[in-house]
């Protein structure tokens, strides 16, 4: 079994900021990849950051310059720090985990979900 847990979205004003976290715990063997994405009412999910298991990063266009993505991988954990928020920012942000569970087996898994609001 395998648990992502997110924390840290909010309501915040245009050009504040927000920290999310997520964190896995479980069988867990050893974790590649990490991601957030996001989806906004009404449009598909997409890719907000990646970060690979050797710390190489990439952000959609949108967001370059405003969020950065880190990881703490002994904590396996990973993070989206967000400035400068916009209201197209708004958005349910999902984080994803690639990783190789203690049965050698890998997957994709996703947290639960956590709502950023950003109020103009």
């Known amino acids: 079994q395998v648990q992502l847990v997110e924390s840290g979205g909010g309501l915040v004003q245009a050009g504040g900021s927000l920290r999310l976290s997520c964190a896995a715990s479980?069988?867990?063997?050893?974790?590649?990849?990490m991601g957030w994405y996001r989806q906004a009412p009404g449009k598909q999910r997409e890719l907000v950051a990646h970060?690979?298991?050797?710390?190489?990063?990439n952000y959609t266009e949108s967001v370059k310059g405003r969020f950065t993505i880190s990881r703490d991988n002994a904590k396996n954990t990973v993070y989206l720090q967000m400035n400068s928020l916009k209201p197209e920012d708004t958005a349910v942000y999902y984080c994803?985990?690639?990783?190789?569970?203690?049965?050698?087996?890998?997957?994709?898994?996703w947290g639960q979900g956590t709502q950023v609001t950003v109020s103009s």
């Open positions: 479980g069988s867990i063997f050893s974790i590649d990849a």
């Open positions: 970060i690979t298991s050797g710390g190489s990063t």
């Open positions: 994803n985990v690639e990783l190789t569970s203690i049965w050698y087996l890998s997957a994709d898994y």
